[in-house]
């Protein structure tokens, strides 16, 4: 019973174009949403959240858009740069903060 | 500048001898995580404390046991190690008020565990 799903593992862009990942989730109860980045053998780091009553939130290149009809995130990144490359794990919580993560998609920006 | 530290970074461990991973924030957060992340999967929420408080996810084996001694320190303690508990490890930190939610977990390095 999987809460979070990021349907996408994989995701290639060229550099300086927009970089969109998504998310979805199943359970209503959840009112806060993160995306994390992670390189290999480090842990996750945060990178933007979201509050359910929002439906949007920028962060300089990073911008996270909330459905919750569709019970739908998504991560845009413009200009997508090639440190961007990474794995992005999107969050959820609703418990007591605790964090139900997706699957994880890793992002490949191309010189 | 190191906020939350595990150590050690790679642990190689025999099948069925216990095994301790540790984990330090600098933080002084009142709530800490630990996860499970197995290769390309999500990473699995093992427990957690909310201050002394211990909350166990209803499906975490017992054969993992936490202990948190003070604020700064938690432990994870892996009883009988199988082949199967080869895993990436992930201590967090949030800061947490009366009214949940709204907060980022801080992660630390994560502990890569070997069973052999």
């Known amino acids: 019973d999987q809460q979070v799903k990021q349907n996408s593992p994989s995701l290639s862009v060229q550099e300086g174009r927009i970089s969109i990942l998504n998310c979805d989730y199943t359970?209503?109860?959840?009112?806060?949403f993160l995306w994390y980045k992670k390189y290999p053998a480090e842990g996750p780091t945060f990178l933007i959240s979201?509050?359910?009553?929002?439906d949007k939130n920028e962060d300089g290149r990073f911008t996270v858009f909330l459905n919750k009809s569709a019970k739908h995130l998504s991560l845009h990144i413009v200009p997508s740069q090639p440190g961007d490359s990474a794995v992005y794990f999107c969050?959820?919580?609703?418990?007591?903060?605790?964090?139900?993560f997706g699957q994880g998609t890793e992002l490949s920006v191309k010189p | 500048d190191a906020m939350v530290i595990q150590n050690p970074r790679y642990q190689v461990t025999q099948f069925g001898k216990p095994v301790t991973l540790s984990c330090s924030q600098t933080?002084?957060?009142?709530?800490m995580y630990w996860y499970q992340q197995k290769s390309s999967q999500a990473p699995k929420l093992l427990f957690h404390?909310?201050?002394?408080?211990?909350?166990n996810e209803a499906d975490t084996p017992d054969n993992f046991q936490s202990r948190r001694p003070n604020t700064s320190f938690c432990f994870l303690d892996i009883r009988s190690p199988g082949l199967g508990d080869a895993a990436m490890y992930l201590c967090?930190?949030?800061?947490?008020?009366?009214?949940?939610?709204?907060?980022?977990?801080?992660f630390g390095q994560g502990t890569r565990l070997t069973v052999v």
């Open positions: 979201i509050s359910s009553i929002k």
């Open positions: 933080l002084n957060h009142n709530v």
């Open positions: 359970n209503s109860m959840f009112d806060y």
């Open positions: 967090a930190t949030s800061r947490a008020t009366g009214g949940w939610g709204g907060t980022e977990a801080f």
């Open positions: 969050a959820a919580s609703a418990d007591r903060g605790k964090l139900i």
């Open positions: 404390y909310y201050d002394k408080d211990f909350n």
